[in-house]
Each structure stands twice: as structure tokens, then as C-alpha cells.
């Protein structure tokens, strides 16, 4: 590019606000919905797509706020925090809490407490419980830094995404030909088995330690979720299993092919969840597998592991018509 037409093209000639906003809008962000109690204890929260990591050591997290906002003085006042990462499925409860025309933002919410008591958005993403650390005065806005006391990541699903000023989600195509009937319990069961026996072809070569011990854990945390009763958190690891197999292949190809089926399959599952017939995706006959799976991918056996794999999808490919695919 020329001199002449780089000019033409950045120049500035005067600061136009509006088009700084839309500017800035390009960036996407997450979507999170920052809470705490007020003086009197009463839950209150707002949305929020400033959040950002700061710092490892100590853990420490930023978000802003405008001084204008109405709740302001709230995160002024409070010694502690939660920051709620929204789910792409959440949109809704986004609009809800950045809505000023709702007084009681968690009217009719389910919700629960955290550290030092901080009311805790239930089912998105991940959440994190912080004190206040600092807060700073940044133009028309103020800087509050947390440090993190406490996380958890809920669910796998994708975040929600904020850009250009919209919602958007990382895999809306996906969603969309999931919602079209577009994608099959047959294509997806056909795709599944291409991708898997591949990446676990790979990561026999390539895992390492820590991914058996991921693994190992995660098959652990399944008969928990069982014991316990949890079927929509059992079915979500059971995703996470085969996601983790991905991330053993240490292929960045093949890890962008597993994860667009792992949306699809959490999409399912979230389904089923919505209609609680979560249950019925549960098979006991494929706990076993998993086992031999990671038994065969711990002895880097590749024709055993395949073997394995193709035993979990034939047993799968058994279901009846119309009824749930086993995860």
C-alpha cells in the first residue's frame, strides 16, 4: 500500500464517538454478568463484556463500569464479586440484566451463593468468586480489579459472544443446521467415527502423561456424576471425554474437526435436557469401553484403541430408530 492510500484509508480528520464505538465493536467479546449483594444484602448484578484476565500470580481479573450506571456505588461499597460468563443459549438472561427497566434483575431467576455470599448465575460457562482487590478511576468510567478466590467451569458449551453490536455464537452455522434437521443421528455418527478413529490413531503416537491423567480423571468424575444422580453433568463429561482424546492428538486440525462435533453433541444434549429425557442417554454397557479406550491409548496399542473405538460407535449405531444416540 502506498503512503497516499494508508492515509486515505486511517485517517482521522476529527474524533467521531460514534465511530470509535463501532471501532471498538469490532473486537469480540465475551458476555459475563457481574453480581454482588448491595448494602442491604440483596442480590443485585448487571451485564458486562469488559472482563479481562490481569494477572496469574496473584490470580487477578478487570472489568469496567460507566460512573453514570445506577449500580455503581453498589461495586463501589462491596468487598467481593462474582463474575458469571454467559453461555451462547443465554442471550435472554444478557438482555434481562443489562435491561435498566427491570428493577429487580433476579426476579424469577434461579441463582445460588458463592464466596462470601455473592449470588452465582446458574448454568453458563464458568464463574468466578473474587474479592476486591483495587478499583481505579479511568475517565468516564471506573476499573474494578478482582482477585479470584474461587472458580468453576459449569458446562462446555460455547460462550456467548458479543460483536459489532450483537450476539453472536462461535458456531451459530453449526446451530443452524442442527435446528434445520440438517445434521442426522446417521451423518453424525458417520462423522464421529472418521474423526475418532483418527485422533486416537494420533494420540496414541502424541499423548502425554497429563492427558491420561485428564482422561482417568474425567471417567472418575462420570460414575461420581452417576452416584450422585447428575445425568445432564454425566452426559456432559462423557462429550468431555472424547474432547480430551482430541486434545491428546496434539493436531490442531484434527482438534478443530473434534470440537465442531462435540457442539453438535452438546447441542443434542441440551435437547434432551430441556424436555428431562437427559436420562435416556445414559448406557451403562459403554462405561466399560471408555475404559478399554484409555487402557489401550496408555500401552500406545493403535490397533487395540481402534478396535475399541469402533466397538463404543457400533454399540452406539444400534440405537433404535428415533430414539436418543448414547453419549
Given amino acids: 500500500m502506498r503512503p497516499q492510500q494508508a492515509a486515505r484509508s486511517g485517517a482521522i480528520t476529527e474524533f467521531d464517538s460514534k465511530q470509535y464505538r463501532y471501532a471498538l ?27 479481562s484476565s490481569v494477572s496469574l500470580d496473584p490470580p487477578l481479573v478487570l472489568w ?27 442471550g435472554a438472561l444478557s438482555g434481562r440484566f443489562a435491561s435498566s427497566a427491570i428493577a ?34 479511568a475517565g ?14 459449569v458446562r462446555e458449551d460455547d ?8 450476539y453472536m455464537m462461535v458456531t451459530q452455522s453449526l446451530r443452524e443446521l442442527a435446528a434445520k434437521g440438517s445434521i442426522g443421528p446417521a451423518k453424525l455418527l458417520e462423522a464421529r467415527r472418521l474423526v475418532y478413529i483418527g485422533m ?17 480423571h474425567t471417567l472418575h468424575d462420570m460414575q461420581g456424576q452417576i452416584d450422585a444422580g447428575d445425568m445432564l453433568q454425566r452426559a456432559r463429561l462423557a462429550i468431555r471425554f472424547f474432547d480430551q482424546i482430541a486434545a491428546a492428538a496434539h493436531n490442531e486440525v484434527i482438534a478443530v474437526v473434534a470440537q465442531s462435533l462435540t457442539t453438535l453433541l452438546q447441542l443434542s444434549v441440551n435437547e434432551y435436557h430441556k424436555t428431562d429425557q437427559v436420562g435416556a442417554l445414559y448406557r451403562p454397557e ?20 481402534e478396535h475399541a473405538v469402533s466397538h463404543y460407535l457400533e454399540y452406539v449405531s444400534q440405537a433404535k430408530l428415533n430414539a436418543p444416540l448414547p453419549v
Fill in 200 to 216: 486416537v490413531g494420533l494420540a496414541c503416537s502424541n499423548a502425554e502423561s497429563a492427558d491420561f491423567e485428564a482422561l482417568e
Fill in 140 to 153: 468516564d468510567h471506573i476499573i474494578f480489579i478482582g482477585q479470584v478466590r474461587q472458580f468453576e467451569r
Fill in 159 to 166: 460462550p456467548l459472544v458479543f460483536c459489532k453490536g450483537a
Fill in 104 to 137: 429487580d434483575k433476579f426476579e424469577g431467576i434461579t441463582y445460588e451463593s458463592g464466596y462470601a455470599g455473592v449470588p452465582l448465575i446458574s448454568d453458563c460457562v464458568a464463574r468466578f468468586h473474587c474479592s476486591m482487590y483495587q478499583y481505579h478511576d
Fill in 286 to 305: 459403554l462405561d466399560p469401553l471408555r475404559w478399554e479406550i484409555l487402557a489401550a491409548l496408555k500401552s500406545r496399542n493403535r490397533t487395540a484403541v
Fill in 64 to 90: 469496567s463500569l460507566r460512573k453514570q450506571s445506577s449500580s455503581i456505588q453498589i461495586f463501589r461499597d462491596t468487598d467481593a464479586f462474582a463474575i458469571n460468563v454467559l453461555a451462547g443459549d443465554q
Fill in 25 to 51: 465493536g469490532c473486537f469480540p467479546t465475551g458476555v459475563a454478568i457481574i453480581t454482588a449483594l448491595d448494602g442491604q444484602g440483596r442480590a443485585c448484578g448487571l451485564t458486562c463484556n469488559s472482563f
